[in-house]
């Protein structure tokens, strides 16, 4: 019965430092800056595409 306890204890352990590694990794991750200067999209900023758009966000006025 104890190993059963102990078994239970190690993964909830092991799934709470999993959990709180996954969550300090994406606080330090930084974000794509989208509708920056007024675009609808994720401007390139370097290579051979700098100045591309991509993904731009456009709805249609009919489905409004």
Known sequence: MIKRHTHLLNE????QTEAKLVQQLQKFRKTVAVNANGTSGYT????KNAGK????LKLDSKKI
Do not use: A, T
């Open 44 to 47: 390139i900023k370097k290579g």
């Open 53 to 56: 758009v991509l993904k731009h």
């Open 12 to 15: 909830f352990s092991r799934k």
